[in-house]
């Protein structure tokens, strides 16, 4: 009874600690792949890719394989976007249309046939995570900003069925990062600047919430906290390019709040 006592004492003051370094903070910026959503962006990547070659394939009438090499090429395109004049979804959409010699009106056919028929069938991959609910809720309910700042390689109808499997698509954000209206990716200090840009906060305002430790951590360089999320999706290769300023589980952010 005591021991346990004693660690209650001690979380609890850990707890305190905690929520005094978060005093400033107004925004909570939310990655959703591993974080909010139960989904191993590595295995599922590949299942994606070759969904969509095979659409654009029968669109095209290309063979499939020079069909995924240029989706991947374009896919890399944009992750190499560091704030330019072109938004991701040109970089993709122009990067497609020169290797494939295909015009953009059947392009935008295939992509929109895709999204409507064969993505929703990728929920397979994802499962729930019972505490994402919760912490946003306990979010807004003390009055935070929520932001979803997942990396915008996939357009808005892409990102909002992943909501969808996370069950979060009725939660208010006055973010949601999509390939149409952003103009770097992760992990460059460029988008994230560009988020800060468009909710009109301070870096030192925002909490950067992510299961990749440097994918999600290098928020830091825009000037943003971060922090760790531990547990089964946790992506970290042992770089210490970016320390996060707090690490643990979803739920141990929620007792944060």
Known sequence: MCVSLLLVGVEAAVT????????????????????LLGLDIKAFAPVYRRALSRRLREVLGTGEAVVEQAVAHAELAMMRNRGGPRSNQEVFMSTLESLLGAPREALEVGLQVFYREDFPA???????????RSVLERALKVGYRLV?????????????????WAQIDDFPFELVTTYE??????????YYREVVDIVGAKPSECLMVGNDAEADMSASAAGMRTYLVEGPYLIDKGSRLYRPDFRGTLASLGKML
């Open 122 to 132: 990728l929920s397979y991959l994802s499962r729930t995570v019972p505490e994402a």
């Open 16 to 35: 305190g600690i905690l929520q005094r370094q978060l005093e400033d903070v107004r925004v909570l910026v939310f990655d959703l792949d591993g974080t």
């Open 148 to 164: 979803l700042a997942t990396n915008p390689i996939f357009p808005q109808v892409g990102i909002r069925e992943r909501m969808r």
């Open 181 to 190: 209206t952003m103009h770097a990716c992760k992990p460059h200090e460029e």
